[in-house]
């Protein structure tokens, strides 16, 4: 009896164990240090580092591309409670702003699409700027294509231009304006050269100009500038004329040459000393140097030139 009594009394004064199977297990979380909703949605997981399988749960909708949205830190502590993560904002924020990504539009890629429009439109190069030089237009990230043109108005008289561009094909239409103005495109050098030198198509760059600030005597074709020499120093950036180059010389004064004369079967030749520079073509003039008369000759080649008139070559 004693025994039995002694059992009872363990038993009921046993502590109880507590049946912890229907306890929603909790987690500490802290804040991200970017908060950022790549979604139409913004979740725990944009919002918490360490959300765990809450991460996916939204708890409000994204603004839009590019924008942010603020929310109430006593909200978001409660949405994050119902899924077992406990917040304590240690740092006392006020408000928790979270920014929608974005793939921004830059003003370039605007002005590049209304120049294009242009082109196809009046078959002239354009150049484009915009009343805002800093626009830009967001899409979201999840977003296909670039920017769409949705209406178009060009005034060729005052050049103005009034465009309607959706960031993303589908997505809301944002009014744009700004001014054309038609260029040339002109070749230049990418680099100062000095006289002299012979220009290659390494040298060649090229750049934009107003068509009413190109002239008749500026190059518009590289082929005009590649193999030839600058005939004076020569700036970077610069448009050129035909005057600034020429032929680059084969035939250096002071050099010796062969002098050639044929006629018919008959060949002679003889040594001379050029008294000017000549170009592949060039009549200029030479000093026989076994009769020391003067002689007119053609620059054929370098080190030979080919005399076209009677020969003075003995």
């Not at 306890?23 to 949605?41: C, K, M, N, S, Y």
């Not at 929608?100 to 890629?109: H, P, T």
């Not at 005052?158 to 054309?180: K, L, N, Q, T």
């Not at 260029?183 to 750049?207: C, F, K, Q, S, Y």
């Amino acid at each position: 009896m004693i025994r039995a009594s002694l059992a009872a009394l363990i038993l009921t004064t046993a502590p109880a164990v507590a049946d912890t199977s229907d306890v929603t297990q909790t987690r500490t979380v802290i804040l991200a240090e970017r908060l950022v909703a790549d979604g139409p949605t913004i979740t725990l997981g944009d919002l918490f580092d360490n959300a765990g399988e809450a991460a996916g749960v939204d708890i409000a909708r994204a603004p839009a591309p590019g924008a942010q949205i603020s929310l109430d830190p006593a909200y978001v502590r409660e949405a994050a409670a119902r899924e077992g993560l406990v917040w304590a904002n240690a740092s006392g924020v006020l408000r928790v702003t979270v920014e929608r990504g974005a793939r921004q539009v830059s003003a370039a890629e605007i002005a590049s699409l209304l120049e294009e429009s242009l082109f196809v439109e009046t078959g002239q190069a354009h150049a484009v700027r915009l009343s805002n030089s800093r626009l830009s237009l967001a899409a979201p990230m999840d977003s296909f294509g670039g920017p769409e043109l949705i209406s178009f108005d060009h005034d060729a008289g005052s050049g103005m231009i009034r465009a309607e561009i959706a960031a993303y094909p589908g997505g809301e239409p944002v009014r744009i304006s700004g001014r054309a103005e038609q260029v040339v495109n002109v070749p230049v050098l990418g680099r100062a050269v000095a006289i002299g030198t012979v220009i290659t198509a390494g040298d060649i760059d090229w750049v934009q100009l107003p068509a009413n600030r190109v002239n008749a005597q500026v190059l518009l074709d590289p082929e005009g500038l590649i193999g030839m020499a600058a005939r004076r120093p020569l700036r970077a950036d610069t448009p050129l004329r035909g005057f600034d180059v020429e032929a680059p010389s084969i035939i250096e004064r002071g050099e010796i040459v062969n002098l050639i004369f044929q006629s018919g079967p008959l060949t002679l030749s003889a040594r001379a000393r050029a008294m000017e520079d000549g170009a592949a073509g060039e009549l200029i003039r030479f000093v026989n140097l076994q009769s020391n008369r003067t002689v007119e000759a053609v620059a054929d080649a370098p080190g030979r030139a080919r005399v076209t008139g009677p020969a003075y070559t003995h």
